[in-house]
């Protein structure tokens, strides 16, 4: 059932998978609350402790996850509908390294101290450069290879630059911010955190769904797509900065986290078909649930160190990554 | 009556390179034109240009009497449709979703249910394929899929690049037919050909380039000896009695 009805099924069914998984993972933490202690806790009347536990700790690090997941898999389905290419993702790309780049610079010269708004600002514009410069050196034509290693390239060097960062690093206080923010974790997020990144969803979101004509019509190659009528310049143009802000809102809420935008729209595909436009709200969605199940995985492992929702990430996703890889069919023939 | 296409002294040059000089061409309703040429004679470069794909260093294109400059793009594509040479299909959507893009210009590309995406496919005779993913198609389905998807734009102008390359005869056969029957029904269709029999079989008009500049205009008689060993260096030969062409190398 690949097909509109398909769609129409889907979309409520992983919203309401999406809010079962945050609603379990509030009652997961040291405190042991119940579903009747979360349920008081969040629409009040709870007992104070816990109240402040699920609504100030709890919740917005649920969020905070699947806001972040959420933002990686629209990204990750934007992306793929204008490479044409279903291994395109913000971290295979240098993306997201570019986009934590961007933070650690923010944090390494003190410049987020300024406002605490430099330094999601900073990994977005990181994001948009690299975003940019993929497309001028060889979106549509070159091998799916060669971008692959273009984005490998661009991730080393990107590597290179925040390592360098650390080399330099003038005091261990910076460092463990800086080695905090590449693992990739959403623990110790606040509501403020949550505002700040969910109007640059939001507008990313926006972008590539107006963007959506376009990325269906690219399913036929440039040329044909120019000749149907299509407006290439404006669905790059909003591809292209949709993807950035969505992956640098990402890297700014829960740092470097990898994968999420290659598995989410690959599920997303055997959900509701190949239609590079009818994917992208189910891979958000799926986006979402995946790292918020993720997040709530990881506090279930008995581990003495909570192991970072980055690392965990990469260990699930980079196989996916290889089994995507390895299975999927090109179409260009 | 005013053509559907007409080119005035059209160049086109790419990284410096001249590929088209003053090429003046106008199709009219009715008109099967096979634009015939040796590789690398301009024939994709002049339909590009004709489809509006890319910028000519002088002359003038114009659309039912409009200049290209004043059409906006869906305007554009609602008057001509165009078949690449090059057809990629990027992602294994189904076929009704691969026609129905055809509908683009009408703002129609998630409308499954237009009624001329159901007419293209059974003009091109895949309305049986509707549901099947276009990874599971043979190429023969595939050019017939790609074929109903310019005929869903309703366009009254057709530019299609080489329609018939990598097909078995059969569908050589059954493409330049539908082709034709376009014609028939008042469209005006260029198609650049490599094939000089089908081409002489089945147009109405012959249009024939070599080195970016058209040296022959007219009937299809005017595929003759000469032009055959000037042009395409080989040996043409014309049976008095049927008319029919036969070719051999020089």
Known sequence: ?333 | MTALLDLKDVSVSIDGRAIVRGASLAAAPGEFIGLIGPNGAGKSTLLRAAAGLIPIDCGARRLKGDRFEDIPFTERARRLAYLPQARPIFWSIPVRNIVALGRFAYGASDNLSDPAIDRAMAEAGVEGLAERPAAELSGGELARVHLARTLAAEAALILADEPITALDPAHQFSVMALLQQKAKQDCAIIAALHDLQLAEKYCTRLVIIDQGRIVADGPTTILNTKIARDVFSIKLQRETDSNAISLAPL
């Open chain 1, 1 to 333: 059932m690949k097909n509109k009805a398909g769609q129409n099924f889907f979309v409520p069914a992983l919203f309401f998978i999406s809010g079962i998984l945050i609603f379990v993972s509030l009652l997961i933490g040291p405190a042991a609350i119940g579903p009747g202690g979360v349920l008081a806790a969040l629409f009040g009347g709870g007992d104070n402790a816990a109240s402040i536990i699920i609504r100030e700790i709890r919740l917005p690090r649920a969020l905070a996850a699947w806001l972040a997941g959420a933002c990686l898999g629209a990204a990750g389905a934007g992306l793929q509908g204008l490479f044409r290419n279903p291994l395109a993702d913000p971290g295979i790309l240098g993306v997201s390294p570019a986009a934590s780049l961007g933070a650690v610079t923010a944090i390494y010269f003190n410049l987020a101290a300024f406002a605490f708004w430099v330094t999601p600002l900073a990994a977005i514009a990181g994001a948009l450069a690299a975003t940019a410069a993929l497309y001028i050196l060889g979106a549509g034509r070159v091998s799916t290879a060669r971008l692959i290693l273009i984005g490998v390239g661009l991730s080393s060097f990107c590597g290179a630059i925040i390592s360098l960062a650390m080399n330099l690093s003038p005091n261990p206080f910076a460092l463990s911010d800086l080695i905090n923010w590449l693992f990739g974790t959403v623990a110790n997020r606040s509501f403020d955190d949550l505002a700040l990144a969910a109007p640059f969803f939001a507008a990313g979101l926006a972008m590539i769904i107006f963007a959506r004509p376009g990325l269906r019509a690219l399913t036929l190659g440039e040329e044909t797509a120019a000749s149907l009528g299509a407006n290439l310049k404006k669905a790059r143009m909003l591809i292209i900065a949709g993807s950035a802000v969505l992956t640098g809102a990402s890297v700014a809420i829960a740092g470097a986290i990898g994968f999420v935008g290659i598995i989410a729209p690959h599920i997303a595909r055997t959900l509701v078909g190949h239609d590079p436009a009818r994917i992208i709200i189910p891979s958000a969605l799926l986006g979402g649930a995946i790292l918020t199940a993720a997040d709530l995985i990881i506090r279930i492992l008995p581990f003495d160190q909570e192991l970072k929702l980055g690392v965990a990430a990469a260990l699930i996703g980079a196989p996916g990554f290889i089994w995507v890889a390895a299975t999927t069919r090109r179409m260009s023939a």
